[in-house]
């Protein structure tokens, strides 16, 4: 029996070298919109994916935040968010979000960089106590001013 636990070692071993080889440290900066109230003016870059995750909780709520995001352009990424626990003592998920940020303008001396979020919920996508009729749209306009 030694033997091939000794040879699963080196399986292990030999496929962890060899990800690792296709796997870069990361050197980007890392823009995160944690799934809550605010935005950033950040955007991902195009074919990245990133995921967010977090717990919001309150004395009688307790809510897991979770977003995936994708680049599509440097400028433009699509998102996925999908919120679950328990709120008001109702539990199950949310409705499942489907979102897009748009850059709009980088820094440029006094002006502020500027990024557009929208967001559909979509009702039947929720469990029963959380869902609600037709969809919901959420926009909002994120701003980042220098600060001297």
Do not use: C, W
């Amino acid at each position: 029996m030694a033997p091939f636990k000794s040879a699963g070692r080196y399986r292990i071993t030999a496929f962890a070298i060899l990800v690792g080889g296709f796997i870069s440290a990361q050197t980007d900066t890392i823009h995160s919109d944690r799934p809550d109230r605010t935005h950033g003016t950040g955007t991902l870059k195009k074919k990245s994916f990133q995921i967010e995750n977090g717990v919001t909780f309150g004395s009688e709520d307790l809510m897991n935040n979770f977003m995936l995001r994708h680049g599509l352009t440097d400028n433009t990424e699509i998102r996925l968010l999908i919120d679950a626990g328990k709120e008001e003592g109702v539990k199950g998920i949310m409705p499942i979000t489907l979102g897009l940020k748009q850059r709009i303008a980088e820094e440029n001396g006094p002006l502020p960089a500027v990024a557009f979020v929208g967001s559909l919920m979509i009702q039947p996508l929720a469990t029963k106590d959380f869902r609600d009729t037709g969809v919901d749209f959420y926009a909002a306009v994120g701003f980042r001013p220098r600060v001297v």
